[in-house]
């Protein structure tokens, strides 16, 4: 069993940063993919990126590529979500997930962080 908990999201001007971090507890994150997924209000949650924790191998959605990177700290058990070059429609809840299966679907993913809200100001 895995325990996600996500953290820093906030308010921000378009062309802000923020970094959100995706903790884990219950277990080390092993050979699972962290994602990262978002769901703006009214429409499905999708897909960002994800990091395959065994190897550090890191895929970002062609709407991030470029502005947003995903990293680890591994004495921290934690997966970050580095995101530059805010824009308004990166306004979403963005959660954080572990599992093993396809890691660009949220089936793929067993456990789920609670959210944080990230909110891009125009």
């Known amino acids: 069993q895995v325990q996600l908990v996500e953290s820093g999201g906030g308010l921000v001007p378009a062309g802000g940063s923020l970094r959100l971090s995706c903790a884990a507890s219950?277990?080390?994150?092993?050979?699972?993919?962290i994602g990262w997924f978002r769901q703006a209000p009214g429409k499905e949650r999708v897909f960002v990126g994800y990091?395959?924790?065994?190897?550090?191998?890191?895929y970002h959605a062609d709407s991030v590529k470029g502005r947003f990177t995903i990293s680890r700290d591994n004495a921290k058990n934690t997966v970050y979500l580095q995101m530059n070059s805010l824009k308004p429609e990166d306004t979403a809840v963005y959660y954080c997930?572990?599992?093993?299966?396809?890691?660009?679907?949220?089936?793929?993913?067993?456990?789920w962080g609670q959210g944080t809200q990230v909110t891009v100001s125009s």
């Open positions: 997930a572990a599992g093993g299966g396809i890691p660009t679907m949220s089936e793929g993913f067993a456990y």
């Open positions: 219950g277990r080390a994150f092993g050979n699972y993919n």
């Open positions: 990091l395959r924790w065994i190897s550090g191998i890191t």
